[in-house]
Structures are given as structure tokens and as C-alpha cells.
């Protein structure tokens, strides 16, 4: 089979993690017969010094035409002035909503090689394996109006709306189902339906949704009490459904139970096919563009590689493979290798080539 990938590097270390994905994908099509054809485009800050927009209309062209994405990251101190007019960050949001990539599939896996890189206590990271599952074109990312305006008395305002509309909810929570089902068959849904007008009726559909379900255990923790039972008892959640900025905010936080960010995958979908035969997909490291050590080599090229693992299982079907290349992360890290993100004592060191190198030696 021949599969069409686009690769977007974006800025800071994703091109040295999308090269070492790319290199993974061309390693296990060899090993398995498949041809994987790639096309690079512009996203994020590189695109605007290139053409003035972070996401030209092109990329998004050849987006559509592939099977599925692989994404670095976008974003850096040189985009990062408040007052600039376009930030690398629309070009993101923009090619999420563009392909209606409305879930986004956060998995949090401890490695047993990596019990005790996390800064939290081996014994409460023990068995930690939860899928954060994010509503991503929806809620307060792109809810209007959302703008600065200067008040009738003068002063400098400003404003974000947080909206849901009853279907964007529904989708997501069936996706966590249908996900929870093929897992540990227990949903936590998020809110802060103590507050917010928006959390209520993310309750109330939630609970719809749930009675769907009956084979799944559904529970609704607060979004304050989410964040600290992900550091007091993490092994005990499965799967955890959140709207978009309550899930960009618990990933980051949960990322610390694999170890580092740079351990996490992610995938962004939208609507299956109706045939079921293929689920296109954006996958991307949830960690950013991390500008601090990029172009250095040593950034970890894991996250992405794990993130091309799941679409070579989701958008592909190609479970084998994945599994392959999971099972091959899991080994170069039980071999000892690591990169500075989670090298411990003993280890041996290594950069983005190398790291990349020991996978693709042990698929
Ligand atoms: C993420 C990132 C993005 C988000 C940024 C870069 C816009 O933090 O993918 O979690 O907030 O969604
Ligand atoms: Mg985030």
C-alpha cells in the first residue's frame, strides 16, 4: 500500500523531531513493505517569515490531498511579541479547524524504564495509562467575540468567549467512549459546572452521552479537582474528556506522569469515513517548539515518534506496525538509552540522530 504523508516541521526542534519521525516511517515502511510518500509545507513562524501567513493556503491544500499529517511545532520568542499581528500559534489552530480535527487524542503511558524520571514518586506513577481526550476546535480557543477594544472610560479591555453548542460536546464524549470501550471502560468527563454557564451543559450532555453507555463507568470531576487528582492517584484514571482549554491545561500537567513532555504523542481527528476505512489525522508531539535547545540535536525525538506510531495505527490501520514500533521505543529506553529530558544516572546519553537510530535498530 502506498500512503500519503505530509510533514510540517514548523519551528524551533520540529524539524530535527519531524526529520527523526520521517526517518522512523521510511524505516518501518522498508521492514514492512509499504511506500510512505512525503511532502514538507510551511506552518507556524517559519511560513510567516516566508510568506507572511502561519498557515498559507497551500499547506492546507496539500493537507487535504495526503492521508495524514505529521506536525512539529510552531512558535518562538521571534513570533512572540503580544502586539504582533499574526502569531505562529493561528497558523495551528487554523490547519485544526480547517480539517475539522475535532478530537485530539492525548494517550499518557508510562514506560517502566522511565518510573523514576517523572518528578513525581515511583510509587504513585506506577501503572499510570490514561488518554486525555480534547475537544480542539471548539470552547474559548474560538469562541466570539474574542477581541481588545479600549473601554467608553479609556481603559484597555479585553475578551474571550467560552461557548459550546450542545453537538461539539456530544461528538467528543462519543469518541471517549467508543475509546474507553476498547480500553478500561470508564469516562471522566471535566467541567467547572460550579461556574460556568458552558460546564453545565457540558454536564448535561455528558450525562446523555453516558447513558449510551451503560457498560462504561462515567464520572464528572470539577477541572480544579482533576488537576490535583492527576498528581494523587493518576493510575486510576483511563479516559479523561475535556473541552479545549481545560484539556490543552491537564495534558501538559498529566505529560509529567510519562516523565517529560517529550514522551508525549498525540493525534487530532476528525470524523471517520463512513466506510470506517480510514480516519485522517493530524499527529503532532504535545510538547512545543521548546526554542531554548533547538538546533542543538538533543531534543527528544520520541513524542514523534510515537505520535507517527499512532498514525500509522489510526489513519492506517497498520496495527502491527505500530505495535512494532512501540514495543521498539520501549526497548531502546530499557537499553538505556536517553536524551537530556530524561537521562538519569547510568544511562547513556544521547541525541535526537541516535535516539532516533537505537528505535529504528530495534523495530
Ligand atoms: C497544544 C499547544 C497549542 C494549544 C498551542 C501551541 C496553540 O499548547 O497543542 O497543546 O494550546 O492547543
Ligand atoms: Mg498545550
Not at 202 to 217: G, I
Not at 222 to 228: E, N, P, T
Not at 232 to 245: C, H, K, S
Not at 271 to 298: M, N, T
Amino acid at each position: 500500500m502506498k500512503y500519503k504523508i505530509t510533514l510540517l516541521p514548523g519551528d524551533g526542534i520540529g524539524p530535527e523531531v519531524v526529520a527523526a519521525g520521517a526517518q522512523l516511517l521510511g524505516a518501518v515502511g522498508d521492514r514492512f513493505g509499504h511506500e510512505f510518500e512525503t511532502n514538507e509545507a510551511l506552518i507556524g513562524g517559519i511560513a510567516i517569515d516566508e510568506t507572511g501567513n502561519p498557515l498559507p493556503e497551500a499547506t492546507l491544500e496539500v493537507c487535504r490531498s495526503g492521508d495524514a499529517v505529521l506536525l512539529g511545532a510552531v512558535g518562538g520568542p521571534k513570533w512572540s511579541d503580544p502586539l504582533a499581528p499574526v502569531r505562529p500559534e493561528q497558523g495551528l489552530l487554523g490547519l485544526r479547524k480547517g480539517l475539522e480535527l475535532f478530537a485530539n487524542i492525548r494517550p499518557v503511558k508510562l514506560f517502566p524504564a522511565l518510573a523514576d524520571t517523572s518528578p513525581l514518586r515511583s510509587d504513585v506513577v506506577r501503572g499510570v495509562d490514561l488518554v486525555i481526550v480534547r475537544e480542539l476546535i471548539g470552547g474559548i480557543y474560538f469562541g466570539q467575540p474574542q477581541e481588545k477594544h479600549t473601554t467608553p472610560d479609556g481603559r484597555r479591555e479585553a475578551l474571550d468567549t467560552m461557548r459550546y453548542a450542545e453537538d461539539e460536546a456530544a461528538r467528543l464524549l462519543h469518541v471517549a467512549y467508543q475509546l474507553a470501550r476498547q480500553r478500561r471502560s470508564k469516562v471522566t468527563s471535566v467541567d467547572k459546572a460550579n461556574v460556568l454557564a458552558s460546564s453545565r451543559l457540558w454536564r448535561e450532555v455528558a450525562h446523555e452521552v453516558a447513558a449510551r453507555y451503560p457498560d462504561v463507568v462515567s464520572e464528572d470531576v470539577l477541572v480544579d479537582s482533576c488537576a490535583m487528582y492527576l498528581l494523587r492517584r493518576p493510575a486510576d484514571f483511563d479516559v479523561i474528556a475535556a473541552g479545549n482549554l481545560f484539556g490543552d491545561i491537564l495534558s501538559d500537567e498529566a505529560s509529567m506522569l510519562a516523565g517529560s513532555m517529550g514522551m508525549l504523542p498525540s493525534a487530532s481527528l476528525g470524523e471517520k469515513l463512513a466506510d470506517g476505512s480510514a480516519w485522517f489525522g493530524l499527529y503532532e508531539p504535545v510538547h512545543g517548539s521548546a526554542p531554548d535547545i533547538a538546533g542543538q540535536g538533543i531534543a527528544n525525538p520520541l513524542a514523534t515518534i510515537l505520535s507517527a506510531a499512532m498514525m500509522l495505527r489510526t489513519s492506517f490501520g497498520l496495527e502491527k506496525e505500530a505495535d512494532a514500533v512501540e514495543s521498539a521505543v520501549g526497548r531502546a529506553l530499557a537499553d538505556g538509552y536517553r536524551t537530556p529530558d530524561i537521562m538519569s544516572a547510568g544511562m547513556k546519553q544521547v541525541g535526537t540522530a541516535e535516539m532516533a537510530a537505537a528505535v529504528i535498530e530495534r523495530i
